[in-house]
């Protein structure tokens, strides 16, 4: 992340995951990159 902490990617029964967010859309093309949506805020440790 920006601040330095770690994410953790995992895809358990094929649905993945960053922590403890479901990824709910991927691949959506912006101007300078990709986006992909999550359901909920991730805060910084």
């Not at 920006?2 to 990824?23: C, I, N, Q, R, Y």
């Amino acid at each position: 992340t920006v601040e330095g902490s770690s994410l953790t990617v995992s895809a358990p029964g094929g649905k993945v995951m960053v922590d403890k967010a479901h990824v709910v859309k991927t691949d959506i093309i912006a101007d300078n990159g990709v986006i992909h949506v999550i359901d909920t805020v991730i805060m910084p440790k």
